[in-house]
């Protein structure tokens, strides 16, 4: 039997932008995904995947060597009803053997377990999870595979992976990926906010690249307020690098601030994390923050030193 397990991530600066080259900082979670693989007699790939729950939402049999979907069954309210999950989970499979000819092309099959440790629809990375597991298990390069299936910038892949903080780097090659020590002084006083819906990166990734323009005077401040994230000592400056970090991304997206947009009473400072939209966003805060946001209606309020590696 062999194991893998990954990381889940938050991206704190650079959403969009890192796409484009801008130095990112991006957080690994205490929360993830393992991958869990047993050889068996028989000549086919039977996969199941577990949420954090315990229910199955997705069961695929594949016949081997040839890698064939046989059958499959998924929890369709947990897909929203696309019912594409074992397509996609099969042309993951066909990628990685492009990229490794010898992965599962022999008589012996195997049992593949997934299980998440996070809700699925929480957006902490189900997803890059997979694809790093995979890619570990079938010895190929995960940021290759990323990019030949789900794409992004690769910083979720880096989160996966490190155990630490990063700062990012998307490069026509290998990313550039940096441990740092980002470990505020006032983390007591800052929070993640479950926004009630898993927003679909990929569309926000597509309305960024039909607005973008010219972005290198705006890639070049996103790449300064990052590097002020991580040396930022106090909570009042910090709130600050916040505001100018939502007002850059609000111009170039055309949308408002999560802060505009639902929390304009609030007595701290918000910040959307990702696609801008839904998923979790970070909130500065105190003893009141999670009474306020749980009579707004949103009762995931985790406390930063809990979510975060």
Known sequence: MKEYYSNGKLLITGEYFVLEGAISLAVPTTCGQDLIVESIKESQLIWESYANNGECWLEAVFDLPKLRLVSATYNSTEDGGK???????????????????????????????????FPKNWGLGTSSTLINNLANWAAINPYQLLENTFGGSGYDIACAKYNDPILFTKTAVEPIVESVSFNPSFKEQLYFVYLNKKQN?????????????????????????????????????????????????????????????????????????????????????????????????????????????
Not at 94 to 100: D, E, F, I, Y
Not at 242 to 248: G, L
């Open 201 to 309: 990166s990929r569309d926000g990734i597509k309305r960024f690249k039909a607005l973008k323009g010219n972005l290198t005077s705006e890639i070049d401040q996103i790449s300064n307020l990052t590097n002020g994230f991580v040396k930022c000592t106090n909570l009042d400056d910090f709130e600050k690098l916040i505001k100018e970090h939502e007002q850059i991304v609000s111009k170039t997206i055309q949308l408002k601030t999560v802060q505009d947009q639902l929390f304009s009473d609030y007595f701290g400072q918000t910040k959307s994390l990702g696609a801008w939209g839904g998923d979790f966003i970070l909130a500065t805060g105190n003893k009141d923050t999670l009474g306020y946001f749980n009579k707004k209606g949103f009762q995931t309020v985790i406390p930063y030193q809990d979510l975060i590696l």
């Open 83 to 117: 019912g594409r999950l074992a397509e996609d989970l099969f042309e993951i499979l066909l990628q990685m053997r492009k990229l490794n000819p010898l992965f599962l092309n022999t008589e012996k099959g195997f049992l593949v377990k997934t299980n998440l440790s």
